[in-house]
């Protein structure tokens, strides 16, 4: 599941598998992070996963552990 | 299910009209926002260039400019016109339709019917859908499909989700009956659970004009609008169209009998530049094979396939070309067009 999340979210940010850990905070500059990536995460991992996540619980993600938890129920 | 076949219509002319203020994105955000915040918001929506209408200058009237020079360009009589739908969300009274005003400005006969319809992001799909239904039904033979808005009244400055989006424009295109034409299928569709998703609060029956309404609030995301303004839900339109645009893609390929890979163009409401590419990833299409314009004209809402169509068919390029064209925004309302181009009478854009 890990994996999947991660491969996911790099490909969503236009970046290396390997340039992700579950302690990597995505919302940064470093991945050229704006509001639209992030509808595309949420989108993308709803479907992926099959859950529903709140718009106010995706905000309070930093980290992309945190996803994790959101897609773990 | 709101499906259409069409045997004899073709679209066989557009024009487009920007009015004269093009602004770049840096100078409709200054004062309002550092640029280091613009270039993060205006990057991946892919807007470089906005227009705005002159003070008294109407949808209509851009529509009307666009018109005159579609017909002569086309070489067309006006009496042989025997249609005219205004497509827009700003017309010019609350009553009469405006249509009504056009069909006496541009001179086109008393025989001709005249409506307008109330619609944005998917409104040239609904205007094309329209005319091309009495096409069919031999009640018409040439008509005329005017999307227009002028938008950028109704959208607040201070609003970042919203300034560096906007265009004010208009266009015309002609779609006629012909016995040589290809068949093109449409399809509609309607949800208005999320008619709060995009939306104009104030000022009709629901909620008249006030001082209230016209206080600017401030949102948590930093942009502030008044219930005056034209507000879109970010996230629910995006996911509204990354979900939607991918099914009816593979719905209008399946009702029109086309691989999609043997589709040449895909002609998407330029609703922003990485939605689109979002979208093209999602439904399997090569993003060579999707055209952006976005940058050059900025979202014209209803008019931006009549300028995707310009542009294409500027050099005649579009002639024999299959081309699956989708609309889909303010309602919410989505639709689609698959067919194969013809040739064209007449592509131009014009300044007003």
Request: glycine share 12%.
């Amino acid at each position: 599941m890990e994996e999947k999340l991660i491969d996911l979210v790099a490909e969503v940010l236009e970046t290396e598998h390997a340039n992700l850990s579950l302690d990597t905070e995505f919302k940064t500059d470093e991945f050229d992070w704006d509001s639209l990536k992030g509808y595309a995460i949420l989108v993308t991992l709803e479907e992926e996963f099959g859950v529903s996540i709140e718009v106010e619980d995706f905000i309070a993600t930093k980290k992309v552990g945190d996803l994790l938890r959101l897609v773990s129920g | 299910m709101a499906v259409l076949k069409t045997r004899k219509t073709k679209i066989t002319g557009v024009c487009c009209a920007l009015p004269l203020d093009g602004r770049n994105v840096y100078d409709v955000g200054a004062g309002h926002f550092d640029a280091e915040t613009i270039g993060k918001v205006a990057g991946p929506v892919g807007s470089e260039t906005l227009y705005f209408a002159a003070d008294g200058q109407t949808a209509s009237d851009l529509c009307f400019a666009a018109a005159e020079r579609l017909i002569s360009s086309a070489g067309i009589a006006k009496g042989e016109i025997d249609g005219v739908i205004f497509v827009s969300q700003t017309p010019d009274y609350r009553s009469p339709a405006t249509a009504c005003i056009l069909q006496d400005r541009l001179g086109l006969p008393r025989t001709a019917i005249a409506m307008d319809l109330n619609f944005g992001c998917s409104g040239f799909v609904y205007g094309a859908f329209t005319a091309a239904s009495f096409i069919e039904s031999g009640a018409c033979s040439k008509l005329l499909v005017l999307n227009g808005d002028t938008l950028r009244r109704h959208t607040s400055l201070q609003d970042k989700g919203m300034t560096f989006i906007l265009s004010d424009a208009g266009s015309a295109v002609l779609l006629e009956s012909s016995d040589g034409a290809e068949p093109m299928t449409f399809s509609m569709k309607t949800d208005g659970s999320g008619y709060e998703a995009l939306i104009i609060t104030a000022g009709g029956e629901r909620l008249r004009e006030s001082e209230k309404t016209k206080e600017l609030r401030m949102d948590g995301d930093g942009s502030a609008r008044s219930d005056e303004d034209f507000y879109m839900d970010g996230m629910g339109v995006f996911t509204f169209a990354v979900r939607e645009v991918p099914l009816l893609i593979d719905e209008l390929a399946s009702l029109h009998g086309i691989a999609k890979d043997d589709v040449d163009d895909f002609l998407f409401h330029q609703a922003n530049a990485y939605m689109l590419k979002f979208i093209a990833k999602r439904a399997g299409i090569p993003m060579d094979k999707v055209r952006v314009n976005i940058g050059r004209y900025g979202n014209t809402n209803g008019s931006t396939i009549p300028f995707l169509l310009a542009d294409f068919a500027a050099g005649g390029e579009q002639a024999g070309r299959n081309v699956m064209m989708a609309g889909f925004g303010v309602g919410l309302s989505w639709g689609g067009i698959a067919g194969r181009l013809g040739d064209f009478r007449c592509a131009e854009i014009i300044s007003v």
